[in-house]
């Protein structure tokens, strides 16, 4: 496989992977750290999605600056490993349990993110110039996005095993080794890099850097400022008079107003030969959106399903082998304390701080009577987070398949175009959404808990359309992109990924909202056809784009 693309690609697929390590350990615990009640910060579903949403959108909102600094000013390979240093510093701190310092590190991880997603991605698309490696390109993403799913696969077996056996601090400590290993691997690989790695500088006719802190940055942070302080209309749904559902969501969507205005001018401002490329980039930006919104629900939405609504037990052989890996945690049932449910902790001063403390698991609040174990007896639950691994999962093993797919087609002249492929990714994503109504179904709305299956058919479906979707995504930029501003558009990219992100959150917080939980999936499966229907319409002219550019 590695002998037909060009030799850097094993160095960035390990890079990846264990950069993608470290995040989604990270991001496979994060709120249920938030939550936790007696190691956490006790937060309730609505903030812990609230603050999770936030993270996310943000992390994937600052390449749109990481990416345009690498491509005038330190190029690639430096940013990629500024990137990497601040985020495993950033993954190190989180587990030290103070508020201040929480934001800190997420903001180190913030900015982290910012130097080293967009520059990793550019710099594989920038190898597939060559004639030699050109039609590889959406292969050589496929393989490249397996390294990403390696590496989200495994960390949460580390994780979970770290969290019950030491404790949070020490499974965020495994998320910035696993950085720090990425960072190293991306330096052992150097010598493949020279030739690819220049840093293009101002092109005639690019914004100067001054001219985007003071027209793009600072009214961003400026219009955030505003967007936290202004309030809405005071109702009895929304006491807080909250514009788009809290201060942080506000504050965000009214940051990404002069961003947006940015990459819209790109389009005006381009030189004729690049206004139809850049409009196709920024139109499939805008349609995306919507498939990040619901994607990105595995993190909160569905994590949630997994620890209160999934079926956890273990028994015989499993029980044995996930308790000797320390991946199980045993809880006791206690028959007189389960009808507490809506009083589940009690308040209890400890050095001067007021904490909640658990009384008893909430585990069995809606286990059927018939399945309940016998009074003060212990059962052994998988971690939740084990659940994170299941899209990854399905990804290592679908994407042979769906690369060897495209490469058939391919040989038969009938692969369909990346805008094409796009399309079915999202609609394939959106079938995906009827399997939780169905799981909802099954467990009368979730006062019965219900197989962990419906979880894995959920993430084997949407895994299907993410690999229809994402890495196709990083190929079409690179593909279509002016050389100039090729990172720009990398972190364009990204952009609408982090607006998908804070959506997911806004969809996330609204979880308890839903008395009936198949309205809450119902939603994202009119959003999802509601993407497919725009990606299906522009579907004619983005192809166009494509074969005035001669790409498939």
Known sequence: MWNKHPKALPYLF??????????????????????????????TEKEASDLYGTFIALVFLTPFVGGLVADRYLGYRTSIIIGGVLMGLGYFMMGIHNITVLYIAMTLVIVGNGFFKPNISTLLGNFYTDEHYK???????????????IGAFVC???????QILLGWQYAFMAAG?????????????????????QKKGTQLGDMP?????????????????????????????NPDSYIFGSDST????????????????????????????????LSIFAVVILFWAVFKLNGSALNTWADRYTDREITGTTKSVFNGLKLSKEIEYKKDTVELYDSSFRLQKENGEVKKVVDYPIYFRNVAKDKLPEDNSKVSLWATNLSQSINPGWVIILTPLVVAFFTFLRGRKKEPSTPTKIAFGLLISALSVLVMVAAVKMGANGT?????????ANYGVITIGELFLSPMGLSVVSKLSPTNITSLMMGGWFLSTSIGNKLSGVLASLWDTYDDKTDFFWINFALLLFATTLMFVLLKQLNKVMREKGIN
Do not use: Q
């Not at 390990?14 to 989604?24: A, I, K, P, Q």
């Not at 005006?268 to 030969?273: H, W, Y």
């Not at 019965?448 to 894995?456: A, G, I, Q, Y």
């Open 14 to 43: 390990l890079s990846e992977m264990w950069e993608r390590f470290g995040y989604y350990l990270m991001i496979g615990i994060f709120t249920l750290y938030l939550k936790d009640v007696e190691a956490g910060f006790a937060m």
């Open 135 to 149: 039609e590889k390109k959406d292969e050589g993403y496929n393989i490249f996005y397996m390294g990403i799913n």
């Open 156 to 162: 949460n077996f580390f994780g979970a095993a770290l």
């Open 177 to 197: 080794i696993g950085m720090f290993v990425g960072v190293l691997v991306f330096i052992l690989g150097t010598k493949h890099y020279v030739g690819f790695d």
């Open 209 to 237: 850097f001054y001219k985007i802190v003071l027209f793009i940055l600072l009214p961003s942070v400026v219009f955030g400022v505003i967007g936290w302080l202004l309030k809405g209309v005071t109702s009895d749904t």
């Open 250 to 281: 506000d504050a965000f969507i009214f940051a990404c107003v002069p961003v947006v205005v940015f990459y819209s001018s790109l389009f005006f401002k381009a030189k004729p030969e690049d206004k139809r490329p850049i409009g196709a980039l």
């Open 448 to 456: 019965e808990k219900v197989s962990v299956w419906w979880l894995v």
